[in-house]
């Protein structure tokens, strides 16, 4: 296992500014996700650490060396693919093993090492299958065995769930943090499942248009956005953004919306009486109120209303805003009936609207 240290990265493919001097530590053991839109620049850093993309400038250390100048195969590395890369021709044993039979490797040391990853991954009936009499969840497995043979330092998983069906997923994913949790290597992982990185990761890292917007846990993400594109890519809904005015009082400060409707500004947050702001709420943070309630509510009508089982999702309008809300409890909403909502008063979030960012207090 080892450390991954990216330093100053910077990547061009001729004149177009790929990534633009990331910096992001990776600790020994730690399961890191590179999140972020399609176009964000994640899948290129992966590549870069792997050796598959060269540097522009900037350093990647793996276990403390400098790897710039090394060839893939010298980085002491394993790479699972989206496509799973499976030879059609070998079977399931020879797939795993051909890492290790290309580097020599004693016959009894290859069969030892294929059984092992064999037994944890649940592949043993399947060895001598080919590819082709495998699902595509046991062809995910074996592209996984085959990295965990070479016991790497370093994993990198380059969206390996994408090409699979939603159960399998979700079923897929507890694997690979199951695996990791039993062995322990350093992992770096490619999605743009926002879902993936937060059940997956120790340390999130959130990309777009080649930058790091920011890197945490995955719950400092959610709870503590730095700007409008983190808040709104980390969740599931998204969160919901009501644009306003802050009024600052002496009895505290408020959110004038454009129908006149006033909410309470989030406790301790920054920025002063006229700025422009946006009050973010995450859909299961609003309740519902009876009745209308100044200056703690709003009045919003409903456009559509998915029951779920475990929930129900509601989709309305507040003026010009879209709004998501999930309420745990059933209940019996028609498209157009009016409701009222109030934000919980401690989980709201406040962002400059010019800028994007925060205006809220970071956490020690």
Do not use: W
Request: proline share 6%; aromatic share 6%.
């Amino acid at each position: 296992m080892a450390s991954v240290e990216i330093i100053k990265i910077e990547k061009k493919f001729g004149s177009t500014h790929v990534i633009r001097g990331v910096d992001v530590q990776i600790a020994d053991g730690e399961f890191t996700v590179l999140v972020g839109p399609s176009g964000c620049g994640k899948s290129t850093l992966l590549r870069m650490i792997a050796g598959l993309e060269e540097i522009s400038a900037g350093e990647i250390r793996i276990g403390g060396t400098v790897v710039n100048q090394m060839q893939p195969k010298e980085r002491d590395i394993a790479m699972v693919f989206q496509n799973y890369a499976l030879y059609p021709h070998m079977k399931v044993r020879e797939n795993m093993a051909f890492s290790l039979m290309l580097a020599k490797k004693p016959a009894a040391e290859i069969d030892a090492a294929v059984k092992r990853a064999a037994e944890i991954l649940g592949l043993t009936q399947l060895l001598d299958r080919y590819p082709r009499a495998l699902s595509g969840g046991q062809r995910q497995r074996v592209a996984m065995g085959r990295a965990i043979v070479r016991d790497p330092q370093v994993f990198l998983f380059d969206e390996p769930l994408s090409n699979l069906d939603a159960k399998l997923r979700v079923q897929m994913r507890t694997e690979i943090k199951s695996l990791h949790q039993r062995l322990k290597t350093t992992s770096i992982y490619v999605t743009h499942d926002q879902i993936e990185a937060m059940t997956m990761a120790d340390q999130i890292v959130v990309m777009r248009d080649g930058i790091v917007e920011q890197r945490g846990q995955p719950l400092e993400l959610y709870d503590h956005p730095v700007n409008l594109f983190v808040a709104g890519f980390i969740g599931s809904p998204a969160m919901n953004f009501l644009p306003g005015t802050l009024e600052r009082q002496s009895d505290g400060s408020r959110v004038r919306f454009p129908d006149g409707t006033l909410l309470p500004a989030p406790r301790e947050c920054a920025g002063t009486s006229g700025q422009r702001v946006i009050l973010g709420v995450r859909p299961e943070h609003m309740r519902l109120a009876e009745s209308a309630q100044p200056h703690t509510s709003f009045v919003a009508q409903i456009d559509v209303v998915e029951p779920t089982g475990a929930d129900t999702q509601v989709y309305a309008r507040a003026g010009e805003a879209r709004l998501t809300c999930v309420f745990a409890d059933r209940h019996q909403f028609g498209t157009g009936d009016q409701i009222h909502l109030v934000p919980h008063p401690d989980r709201t979030h406040l962002f400059d609207e010019q800028s994007g960012r925060t205006l809220m207090p970071r956490p020690n």
